[in-house]
């Protein structure tokens, strides 16, 4: 798989971004130190539930099927992270049975704010609801703002930032990352995790209540 690999650090990755394909670095399968685990995603460190088993009669996962909800209100549900970048998982396998190969979470960037650096081998498609930033996908940048739709390729090492000083970014994301998985395409690489301080000036700052 091709990467940007510019020689400028000594992982192949560029030194000024950090970008590089998810594949080029150190190893998927590489230690992690237990001072990066304290990053405050659960989905990053507790045990999960990609795709679940289907068992049974057809006609009981049919039936299961048409009983379950087609409507989730994201206020129901409890934003885990921070301080720079907070996410509420929605629809995914193991809290909801009506989809197996699907999930949607909604992000929120602080003011200033700036997630993680990573890459993994599923596409991501975000829907900008609020705000103005940027992506970084392999060292090139992408500008975007509310009402616009970006899509983040297979195996692209990627970081979303938060250009408004004052106002908070709020992003939808929709990806087929367990219908990936269940095909055993489970590569993936955090190059950097979230920034553990909040931007100068937003300590304070919590994620919106009402969504």
């Not at 289907?54 to 009981?60: A, D, F, K, R």
């Not at 909800?69 to 996410?87: A, H, I, N």
């Not at 703002?145 to 939808?172: K, M, Q, R, W, Y």
Request: proline share 5%; charged share 25%; with cysteine.
């Amino acid at each position: 798989m091709p990467h940007d690999d510019n020689g400028d650090t000594k992982d192949g990755g560029s030194e000024a971004t950090g970008h590089h394909r998810v594949f080029s670095l150190i190893g998927h399968n590489s230690e992690i130190s237990d001072e990066e685990h304290e990053a405050k995603f659960e989905r990053w460190s507790k045990k999960r539930t990609f795709v679940r088993g289907l068992e049974g009669t057809y006609s009981h996962l049919v039936e299961e099927l048409f009983t379950q909800p087609r409507v989730y209100s994201t206020s129901d549900l409890d934003w885990k992270g921070g301080p720079q970048v907070y996410g509420k998982k929605v629809i995914n396998p193991q809290q909801t049975r009506v989809a197996q190969s699907i999930e949607c979470h909604v992000d929120v960037y602080s003011p200033g704010g700036r997630s993680q650096k990573h890459g993994h081998m599923n596409s991501a498609v975000f829907y900008i609801l609020k705000g103005k930033g940027f992506d970084i996908h392999d060292g090139k940048r992408y500008d975007w703002e509310a009402g616009d739709a970006l899509i983040v390729e297979n195996a692209c090492v990627h970081e979303h930032c938060n250009t408004e000083s004052d106002e908070e970014a709020v992003v939808l994301v929709f990806k087929a990352k367990p219908l990936f998985l269940f095909m055993h395409l489970l590569f993936q690489k955090m190059v950097k995790y979230p920034p553990k301080n909040a931007p100068e000036g937003h300590e304070d700052y919590a994620p919106p209540e009402g969504l």
